[in-house]
Nanobody, 121 residues
């Protein structure tokens, strides 16, 4: 059974950094390496929005508000996707979710349980 396990959220002051990690427990290498992976976030009273993603075999993409501050990376061997967040702002406060979409195998997508990121001013 596949499960996405997230870690790394917390409370940080504005200008600080956090690193989120998401591990696809139970997913085999070939499925993960052919998946699109990404991070989304949802602040109270708002819709979930895309933050960053890496398509299988492609380049990283970012929403405009995090360009130059966030960096997404993937380690297929460890079935892991990371999000390095620097120069955090209070507007980055949200629950962050990891998503793995096995597009290469036409399987259902997977979501993590969410991890809270709070940036104080």
């Amino acid at each position: 059974q596949v499960r996405l396990v997230e870690s790394g959220g917390g409370l940080v002051q504005a200008g600080g950094s956090l690193r989120l990690s998401c591990t696809a427990s139970g997913m085999i290498f070939s499925v993960f390496s052919s998946s699109d992976v990404g991070w989304y976030r949802q602040a109270p009273g708002t819709q979930r929005e895309l933050v960053a993603y890496i398509p299988s075999g492609g380049r990283a993409n970012y929403t405009d508000s995090v360009k130059g501050r966030f960096a997404i990376s993937r380690d297929n061997g460890k079935r892991r996707v990371n999000l390095q967040m620097d120069n955090l702002k209070p507007t980055d406060t949200a629950v962050y979710y990891c998503r793995v979409d096995p597009v290469g195998y036409r399987l259902a997508e997977y979501w993590g349980q969410g991890t809270q990121v709070t940036v104080s001013s």
